[in-house]
């Protein structure tokens, strides 16, 4: 068939299928085709010499792998061809694509954890230390892998040569429970003949600082190398060369490397050739040899960090104090590469880093303990190129002290460092300001995925906050591939909840004990390891991953029913964030919310056991005793925060959002809280009024209610608090305060104060599914709901998803104000509902493009009647 094609296989939710840790990985692919309503009616699959036959199967999104199980090292090459409905013959093969498995028993290892010898610990960061070995390989190779991890963080070379391509490697993790390792195919590094084998080894997570209370060794105090060398020969042999007690060890040119810190350099201290055989490293120390449980390696789920992008400088300035200025123009996360000039040694250059400026000058005072300081020092060889390798900073402006002569744009850019995610979403608009928002909310995640999802990037903090991914994790299922590295971090979510804190799910994961938070149930924040997992079962059709976190939902939601206690009144918990960073909570006190937490919680309550008893019907398991608690906690809510008309006790965004959003009332008490919550919208003059919490159901809760138009001029307020008032301010990711920002340039008052979180802009969630209407109608898109609803001010947009069938795409325009034309593109193998705004009828298609139309009442504003008092007038 040659009108229908097959992209290559996809193995589990990995990038790159080398050194998986799954023996029997779930396959999945595309199909590309112009034919209208195509459908598989058949595949084959062939893995190595192993093929599945015709099998008569729509199926083509994580397959059952079918083969015998992959061994240890093994590696087999896959490739699949479909037939449509009808079709006699198949379509041609796929391109084929290699899998390979990596060391999967613990007695594959036969490596030893090798420390180096450091001096006494600094208060600025640890020098990094170089590590290396030299052998002989007395074969020629056909095939070379290198295994390799580490406490702290490492960069590999042989013979002078970098192996790979990530950055900030092995991440951070759960290292006591989960330590990942990666592996690397260095066939083409390696001859016949003598070489070596070096590690670069800094303190990253495990020793250097962490958390915002200064401490840092929260892991270990000593870092550590783990590698193994895995050659083999024509003759079938293999040379395995690991790290043991004869590698040795010196300190590195990098005199300071530390994650908040930043990184020194001094360039008159490298040590050319080291990596490459011949060195002599006669005056090196002997490495000691430490223990490493080899249980606790994994394989990844997910991709690597990597470099992704480079910006150049937008311009070069100097500030009202004299200091020199670069702006990138782009609030980012990396570091600055250096284009270094021909300067006398000992020339000493320093950059500091911040996400925007106050009064003209670098904002650093939010960084707190953050120094975010890079230092090189010139070995006076000549011009050269320099980036820090062990730290990354969350920045769009630099100060640039002691570069000698000026400074020029050209003479430094901005490498972008994140989760080598697979970009999936897309969005535009009418409003410029309103598709700025949807970037801001784009680059905010890219900064914030940096090998688990944190709450900043900048500060001393940089951590796997769980309420925030809670509230993004649908927005980001939307916008980039998050499947196989949010595996990775629920994975340590579980482990830590299950195995360390008796069901209750810490606050942040991977978690370090840090003063003040004790490890408690709390609203929300617990309530990732239920969201998360629905979420991306809802997106990708991946019942597998509620399989594995089965133990932890149903432990969290046995500890969050138990802080509720017996009448479900969290009578015994002192207090909960609740609806954090609310616009009404004063700078020093960002849990005092409008909205009381012990609504909040009951809420969360009742929606997180609802989830669960869905996946329980997913999975085949017995719900009913979550479906029973759900019913319960909704009932405790009316009781308790509800009157018999649906006037909630509380009258804020977030209490009316919730209960609406959360299905917590009657039918009747619906209907005339929607009036209520609308009512409230407008009488907070169209302004945010929730916090963390409650904002993700605002819009969402308003659309339901028949309020779009309400929704609608909620986000497109411009005055503070709002979500384009930043947009006004020249934000360029999302702010963790409405008002991070004030009117007249300065930053907030406010300890706590970021310029790079996510969390709020988990309103282009309801961006992609209301106002492009583009969302999942079944697991993993198997079939897709196209329901724009346009309201005032917004006269045509469009969005883009890759889901795991192929593109969908929808776009539309309302011309005159009444004449509504929309486009949609459904994949291959997959249906749509088509929904029109004038309230016909839903239409089903198939697969191809489709054009629609039909004639609807104009948006028009909501009026807005006058308010129940004029505060204006004297009494």
Not at 253 to 281: C, V
Not at 853 to 864: F, Q, T
């Amino acid at each position: 068939m040659s009108d229908v094609t097959v992209a290559p296989v996809t193995v589990e939710h990995h990038r790159e299928p080398l050194g998986i840790g799954e023996t029997a990985p779930r396959l999945s692919w595309v199909t590309l085709t112009e034919l209208p309503g195509w459908r598989q009616a058949a595949y084959e699959l062939e893995i190595g010499d192993w093929s599945s036959g015709r099998v008569p199967s729509a199926d083509s999104v994580l397959v059952p792998w079918g083969a015998p199980p992959l061994t240890s090292r093994e590696r087999r090459v896959v490739r699949v061809r479909v037939w449509g409905e009808g079709d006699a013959e198949p379509s041609a093969w796929s391109e084929e694509v290699a899998v390979e498995a990596g060391l999967l028993d613990p007695a594959d290892w036969t490596a030893e954890l090798v420390e180096p010898v450091l001096p006494e610990p600094g208060g600025t960061g640890e020098p990094v230390a170089l590590l290396r070995r030299e052998f002989t390989l007395g074969k020629p190779v056909t095939r070379a892998r290198l295994y390799a991890t580490a406490r702290g963080l490492y960069e590999a070379e042989i013979d002078g040569t970098t192996v790979g391509d990530d950055v900030l490697a092995p991440g951070w993790t759960s290292y006591r429970h989960r330590l990942r390792y990666r592996t690397y195919d260095v066939t083409a590094l390696l001859a016949e003949g003598r070489h070596a084998l070096g590690v670069t080894l800094a303190d990253g997570w495990y020793r250097g600082h962490l958390g915002f209370t200064g401490g840092r060794h929260l892991y270990g105090d000593r870092t550590g190398a783990f590698l193994q060398l895995e050659v083999e020969h024509p003759d079938g042999s293999r040379t395995v060369v690991t790290t043991d007690g004869s590698w040795r060890s010196t300190l590195g040119a990098e005199t300071r490397a530390d994650i908040y810190k930043g990184e020194t350099a001094d360039l008159r201290r490298e040590l050319p050739g080291w990596s490459a055989p011949g060195f002599d490293d006669a005056g090196w120390t002997p490495v000691e040899v430490g223990s490493l449980d080899v249980a606790t390696l994994v394989a990844p789920t997910g991709p690597p960090v990597r470099r992704t992008q480079v910006l150049p400088v937008r311009e070069v300035t100097t500030s009202p104090s004299g200091r020199t200025l670069v702006d990138f123009g782009q609030n980012l996360v990396g570091r600055i590469r250096f284009a270094l000039p021909d300067a006398p040694a000992g020339t000493e250059v320093t950059v500091r880093h911040a996400e925007v400026l106050e009064h003209g000058e670098l904002g650093t005072r939010p960084l707190r303990g953050a120094d975010a300081t890079d230092v090189v020092v010139l070995d006076g060889r000549g011009p050269r190129t320099w980036e820090p390798r062990f730290t990354f900073h969350g920045f769009r402006y630099a100060e640039v002290t002691g570069w000698p002569g000026e400074l020029r744009p050209e003479d430094l850019e901005a490498v972008v460092v994140h989760t080598d995610m697979r970009p999936t979403g897309t969005f535009t608009c009418s409003d410029p300001d309103v598709t700025r928002l949807h970037e801001n909310v784009v680059w905010g995640m890219r900064g914030n995925f940096v090998d688990l999802p944190t709450d900043c990037p900048q500060r001393d903090e940089r951590l796997g906050w769980t309420g925030d991914l809670e509230a993004f994790a649908p927005t980001a299922a939307f916008l980039h591939d998050t499947a196989g590295m949010l595996r990775s971090w629920l994975a340590d979510l579980a482990v830590e909840q299950l195995e360390e804190h008796g069901g209750v799910v810490p606050l942040y994961v991977p978690f370090v004990p840090l003063l003040p938070f004790p490890v408690g149930a709390e609203a929300g924040w617990g309530d990732a390891a239920v969201v998360v997992p629905w979420v991306l079962y809802e997106r990708h059709g991946d019942a597998g991953v509620l399989a594995d976190q089965w133990p932890s939902m149903t432990a969290w939601i046995d500890a969050f029913a138990g802080a509720a206690g017996e009448e479900l009144d969290f009578a015994g918990v002192p207090l909960m964030l609740g609806d954090w960073l609310d616009p009404t909570a004063p700078p020093e006190n960002p849990a005092a919310a409008r909205t009381p937490w012990p609504l909040v919680a009951t809420a969360y309550l009742a929606r997180s056991a609802r989830i669960v008893a869905q996946a329980a019907e997913v999975l085949g398991e017995d719900g009913t005793r979550f479906t029973a608690l759900a019913e319960r906690a909704a009932g405790r809510f009316r009781a308790e925060y509800v009157s018999p008309n649906g006037r909630v006790a509380y009258p804020a965004q977030t209490a009316y959002a919730l209960a609406i959003a959360c299905d917590l009332l009657t039918p009747d008490q619906r209907e005339h809280a929607g009036r209520l919550l609308a009512r409230q919208v407008l009488d907070d003059g169209f302004h945010i009024g929730s916090g963390f919490l409650g904002t993700p159901f605002v819009t969402d809760a308003l659309t339901e209610v028949g309020e779009v138009a309400t929704a609608y001029e909620l986000l497109l307020q411009r005055e503070c608090p709002s979500w384009l008032y930043p947009v006004t301010m020249g934000a360029t990711t999302v702010w963790e305060r409405w008002d991070s920002m004030l009117p007249d340039g300065s930053i907030n008052p406010g300890e706590m104060t970021s310029f790079n979180h996510y969390a709020y802009g988990a309103v282009a969630d309801w961006l992609h599914r209301t106002v492009a209407g583009l969302a999942p109608a079944a697991p993993g898109y198997r079939r897709i709901r196209f329901a724009p609803r346009p309201g005032p001010g917004i006269t045509s947009a469009a969005a883009t998803h890759e889901t795991p069938y192929g593109t969908a795409a929808v776009s539309w325009t309302l011309t005159g104000g009444t004449a509504f034309a929309l486009e949609v593109t459904v994949p291959p193998n997959t249906t749509a509902e088509v929904v029109l705004p004038d309230g016909s009828a839903p239409v089903t298609v198939g697969s191809g493009r489709h054009t629609l139309g039909c004639a609807i009442e104009e948006p028009r504003p909501v009026e807005r009647p006058k308010p129940f008092f004029d505060p204006s007038a004297s009494s």
